[in-house]
Structure formats: C-alpha cells, structure tokens
Nanobody
Framework: QVQVVESGGGSVQPGGSLRLSCVVSGNIPSPNYMDWHRQAPGKQREWVAR???????DYADSVKGRFSISRDVRKSALYLQMNSLKSEDTAVYYC?????????WGQGTQVTVLI
C-alpha cells in the first residue's frame, strides 16, 4: 500500500523559511511525477510546484523565485524549500504522487506565516 506523508510545517515570521518534506512508502518504483499543492482557509486547493520523472521543475507564479522543489529518489522523498515567506503563503501544504494512472495524496502539513 502506498503512503504519502508530509512533514516540516510550522509557524514562521514573514521573511522566514521552512523546508517541507514528503516521504513515499510502499513498493513503488521511482522517479514519478510529484507535486505540491496548498489550500488556504476558505480557498480552493492550488498547485504550487512540480517535478517530473525527468527532473524538470515548474512553479506557480506566486512562489517562483522563493520556493524550490527537489527530490531524493533513493529516499523516495520530495522537498519544498520555502524562503521569503509571506502571510499569503499560510495554508495546508499537500504532496501528491502520480503512479500508473493513480494519484496519492498526503494528509497535509500546516504552514502559518505570522502576521
């Protein structure tokens, strides 16, 4: 059974940094398409960043230049380095994995940028 587990969220002052981690367990070969999404209170979930099996990365305009996505294939891990955090980055952050036509979501990790 595939499990996706995020960690690394927390509270931070504006301008601060956090690093989110996402670990995939289960008998699943890698690399796979993986991405990060987030959902702020009262808003729809939005896509944040992705990495393809070929290691191509892409970012939403709102985070470009501040966030960096990376992965460690050997550890089946995905990361999101978030710098220069703003209050509008406050959200629950979710990791998603695509494998063989199925998607797997984690439970999310809360990021709060203090006002």
């Amino acid at each position: 059974q595939v499990q996706v587990v995020e960690s690394g969220g927390g509270s931070v002052q504006p301008g601060g940094s956090l690093r989110l981690s996402c670990v995939v367990s289960g008998n699943i070969p890698s690399p796979n398409y993986m991405d990060w999404h987030r959902q702020a209170p009262g808003k729809q979930r939005e896509w944040v960043a992705r990495v393809t099996p070929g290691a191509t990365t892409d970012y939403a305009d709102s985070v470009k230049g501040r966030f960096s996505i990376s992965r460690d294939v050997r550890k089946s891990a995905l990361y999101l380095q978030m710098n220069s955090l703003k209050s509008e980055d406050t959200a629950v952050y979710y990791c998603r994995l695509f494998h063989r036509g199925r998607e797997y979501w984690g439970q999310g990790t809360q990021v709060t940028v203090l006002i």
